[in-house]
Structures are given as structure tokens and as C-alpha cells.
């Protein structure tokens, strides 16, 4: 049986400030309609059979993956929820573990959510060719056939090929190499990038795991034996896997077992590492350029223009990258945007929610946008998806008035329930018990005034939370 396993722990930094901690790139509609993590998972119809696949993604972004997955009318394996990143290897072991329960012979096909790939046929032909590989207890990796001399991939060296079959074994992991080492890989025709796919068998990779690295086969079996299932998630154990060493499956398997083994895959695969590969796989106009939202350019040539909410206006650029959203702007030359992580790096230490949040944050009844906030007040406008409701909470440090501009609200106050609708509003006193409610079936709009001595999200206690949180 082929159970994909997704794996959706990354951040994305370096496509700030689309991409943000708690919002990053996999979950992003970047190219087309469809989310990285949703075309990851639909490129595998090609495949011919229906899968369920075994997401493993961060607990903060649960509820994302889950309503992701809805869209598309898909059910997952499960969802494994990761106290904190511990790196792939951690990730995919617990995946395996919790498979081999269900399935003894499941094979594992361990993709990314968050890369390109163009050429679908071609890659799904490809994952079958992997099969009989992974079948005869080979840890199949997917090297990607090189285009030019890139420096920002590990590379994979092939030796002799695998009798009756499109693989070689694995000589050696290179890591990320100078331009003048990558030019001579490229040129030898005997290397490939390294894509971070797999396919092999899950009690294969258990077995190489605890042989080379038993520390983490222990704290991920200790992790996935205390996990609770909590309504569609499966949550880790936090204590082991806290406690698990952070390391990547190369690192710790691949780069020591025998059984390595890579297929070459030539299908139009990036993994959107920063601003220049997203130009790269866009479609350019004839002056090279990527123009997307509400954008005016005069004078621009082979740069990437993305507006988000306002009118970008830009004369005279060459190779820039322009990003526009709510609450931030990016300007960078094209050669400098593997520095985006440094300005990431940056708003963390001084503590700015811009690296994390954007201004419309998303929650699992619906979101809310910051509109205006000052020293003691704060607007929101709130939507609530129908059938959808608010945890019944209450705040110690301040007020709030909702005013309804679309929808019926149905409105817990103290001991009163009541409905409203558009143009009318309530007063929500400090300190007193409150939930709000979507009960139509179109979305719930309202404008919250919060006025108070301190208007932090922290300030929230819950009674009830139908989400668990």
C-alpha cells in the first residue's frame, strides 16, 4: 500500500513577507489557484489509485492543513501534530511508525508541501519507476537532473546503476557547493540536486533509523505512543519529542545506510527557496517581468512585481524583486534575496509581529484583519465562516463593541442570548462572559472596537472552545 506522507513543518522565511511563520509559502496560492500544499497532494492523481495521505505539519497550523484538505474534499491518513520541528527525520519516523500499526507493508512516498513540480506526468511516471526499487528494501531518493550550476542545493553523486531499473546506487551527499564546485558536478553528468523526496518501505526506514540513529527512533516511538487523538489530529507526545535530536533524514540515515538509492527526475521541480525561483516558474511577459495584483511598471525588465492590497507603481527597475502586502513592502535586488532571511531573522529579535503574523490572521471559525490601533483601542473587522462560532471567553482588560455589517450574529452576553443583524451592535462589558456565533449559512461580518488598558490576544480566557485550543 502507498501512503504519501506530506510534510508540512516548514516557515518559508525566505519569501517573507508572503510567507510568515504562522501563514508559510506551503500554504500560500503562489502559482495558480491551488495552494503549494494542495497541488503537492492533487499531482498525485496521476498515480492512478486514491490515497490518503499522512500529513505531518506544526501545531500552530492545524486548523490551516485541515481546511486545506477540505477544500479539496479529501480525508487524510491522519494529521500528525509536531510540538516543535525536529528536522525530517523525526518527522518521517513518526510517520512510519504510526503506518506499519495500520499497514505492515505500506510504502512511504515522502514529499515536501511546498515545491513546484510542472512536468506531472512525467513525475508521476517517474514515482512509479521508484516502486519495484522501494520494493526490493531500497531508501529511494529523487535526485532532480540539473539545469545549471546552482549553489543553493545539496547534490547527490550517482555510482553504478541498479540492475533492470532507471536507479543507481548513491556514492556520496554533497553539500551546497561553490559556484566552480557545482559547475563541475553539473558538467560530470554524474551528479543531481537533491529534491528531499522519498519512497521505501516504512519498517525499512525503522530499521536503518534505529540502527544509525536510535536516539531519535526511541523518542519518536515514545512520542507516538503517548499521542492523543484530539477530533482530526494526532497529537505527539511534547516531552518526547521535544527531547528527540533535530536532524535531517540524509543526515541521519541516508548518508550511512547501503540501501541508498536515486532516480533521476527531470519535471520541472523547484522548491521555491526564495523570490527568484517563484520569478523563474512564472510565466514572464516579453520584457521579462512577473506582474501580479494591481501593478503599474514603466521601464522594468526581468523583475517580479507582487501587490497584494494597493497599487504598486515602479519606473526604471532591473532584476528587482517588489512585494506589497498589508502591513509590509520588500524591495531587494535579485542577487540579494537569500538576505530576506536575514530581515526574517531580524523582526524576531526585536520582537515584530510581522515575522509571524500577517494583518488578516486566520483562526479556525474564520479570521480577523486589524484595521486601526492605537495605545488604548483597537478595530477589527472579524468574519465567521456559517455554522462557526468563537470560544466562550472573557477578557481583564477591556471592552468591546460589535457592530454587524453582514450576516446574523448570535450573541452570548453574560446569561442573554440574542441575534443580530446588519446595522445593528452590542456592548461586551469587561469581564464578562461572551461567545459569538455564525448561525446563517453566508459569512458573518462584524467590526469590533476594543477599547482598555492593554489589548494583547493573550488576554483571553476560555471557558469553551469547540476547537480544543
Same mark, same amino acid.
Given at each position: 500500500m502507498l501512503i504519501p506522507v506530506i510534510l508540512s513543518g516548514g516557515v518559508g522565511s525566505r519569501l517573507w513577507p508572503l510567507s510568515r511563520e504562522h501563514y508559510p509559502k506551503q500554504l500560500l496560492a503562489l502559482v495558480g489557484n491551488n495552494t503549494l500544499l494542495q497541488d503537492t497532494i492533487l499531482r498525485l492523481a496521476g498515480l492512478g489509485q486514491p490515497l490518503r495521505p499522512l500529513m505531518v505539519c506544526n501545531e500552530s497550523?492545524?486548523?490551516?492543513?485541515?481546511?486545506?484538505?477540505?477544500?479539496l474534499n479529501l480525508q487524510a491518513e491522519n494529521?500528525?501534530?509536531?510540538?516543535?520541528?525536529?528536522?525530517?527525520?523525526?518527522?518521517? *519516523?513518526?510517520?512510519?511508525?504510526?503506518?506499519v500499526q495500520q499497514h505492515p507493508d505500506a510504502l512511504l512516498l515522502?514529499?515536501?508541501?511546498?515545491?513546484?513540480?510542472?512536468?506531472?506526468?512525467?513525475?508521476?511516471?517517474?514515482? =512509479?519507476? *521508484?516502486?519495484?526499487?522501494?520494493?526490493?528494501n531500497y531508501l529511494v531518493t529523487f535526485g532532480i537532473v540539473p539545469n545549471c550550476a546552482e549553489t543553493g542545493y545539496g547534490y547527490i553523486k550517482a555510482?553504478?546503476?541498479?540492475p533492470q531499473t532507471q536507479g543507481y546506487k548513491v556514492e556520496k551527499f554533497v553539500e551546497k557547493p561553490n559556484l566552480a564546485t557545482?559547475?563541475?558536478?553539473?558538467?560530470?553528468?554524474?551528479y543531481y540536486w537533491n529534491s528531499g523526496m522519498f519512497l521505501f518501505k516504512a519498517s525499512r526506514y525503522l530499521e536503518e533509523l534505529e540502527k544509525f540513529a536510535p536516539a531519535i527512533f526511541a523518542a519518536c516511538q515514545q512520542a507516538l505512543s503517548h499521542a492523543t487523538q484530539d477530533q482530526d489530529f494526532l497529537r505527539l507526545d511534547a516531552n518526547a519529542f521535544n527531547n528527540c535530536p533535530s536532524d535531517s533524514i540524509d543526515y541521519a540515515v541516508m548518508e550511512h545506510t547501503e540501501a541508498a538509492a536515486v532516480l533521476p527526475l527531470d519535471a520541472g521541480w523547484s522548491d521555491v527557496g526564495a523570490w527568484t525561483a517563484l520569478w523563474?516558474?512564472?510565466a514572464q511577459d516579453k520584457q521579462g517581468n512577473v506582474l501580479l495584483g494591481d501593478v503599474i511598471a514603466e521601464n522594468v525588465k526581468n523583475s517580479y512585481l507582487r501587490a497584494e492590497y494597493r497599487l504598486l507603481a515602479a519606473i526604471g527597475l532591473d532584476n528587482h524583486i517588489v512585494i506589497e502586502t498589508a502591513d509590509a513592502v520588500l524591495v531587494a535586488h535579485k542577487d540579494q534575496v537569500q538576505d530576506v532571511k536575514k530581515i526574517v531573522t531580524h523582526l524576531k529579535n526585536t520582537a515584530r509581529q510581522e515575522a509571524d503574523l500577517h494583518r488578516k490572521v486566520h483562526r479556525p471559525w474564520g479570521t480577523y484583519e486589524n484595521i486601526d490601533v492605537e495605545s488604548r483601542f483597537q478595530v477589527k473587522r472579524i468574519m465567521v465562516k456559517p455554522g462557526s462560532s468563537l470560544s466562550l471567553q472573557m477578557?481583564?482588560?477591556?471592552?468591546?463593541?460589535?457592530?454587524?455589517? =453582514?450576516?446574523?450574529? =448570535?450573541?452570548?452576553?453574560?446569561?442573554?442570548?440574542?441575534?443580530?443583524?446588519?446595522n445593528q451592535s452590542t456592548y461586551i462589558?469587561?469581564?464578562?462572559?461572551?461567545?459569538?456565533?455564525?448561525?446563517? =449559512?453566508?459569512?458573518?461580518?462584524?467590526?469590533?472596537?476594543?477599547?482598555?488598558?492593554?489589548?494583547?490576544?493573550d488576554d483571553i480566557i476560555r471557558f469553551e472552545d469547540i476547537y480544543g485550543r
Open positions: 497550523h492545524r486548523f490551516l492543513v485541515a481546511e486545506q484538505l477540505r477544500v494529521i500528525l501534530l509536531e510540538p516543535s520541528g525536529r528536522n525530517t527525520a523525526p518527522a518521517v *519516523a513518526v510517520a512510519a511508525l504510526h503506518a515522502v514529499l515536501p508541501a511546498d515545491h513546484i513540480i510542472t512536468a506531472t506526468e512525467q513525475f508521476c511516471s517517474t514515482l =512509479k519507476q *521508484a516502486i519495484p526499487l522501494a520494493e526490493a555510482a553504478q546503476t541498479i557545482a559547475q563541475h558536478y553539473v558538467e560530470s553528468g554524474e523563474a516558474v512564472s477578557h481583564h482588560h477591556r471592552s468591546e463593541h460589535w457592530i454587524v455589517v =453582514k450576516g446574523t450574529a =448570535k450573541v452570548t452576553c453574560g446569561e442573554d442570548t440574542f441575534l443580530m443583524t446588519e462589558p469587561l469581564g464578562v462572559k461572551h461567545r459569538l456565533e455564525n448561525p446563517g =449559512k453566508i459569512p458573518l461580518e462584524i467590526v469590533e472596537i476594543q477599547s482598555g488598558a492593554y489589548l494583547g490576544e
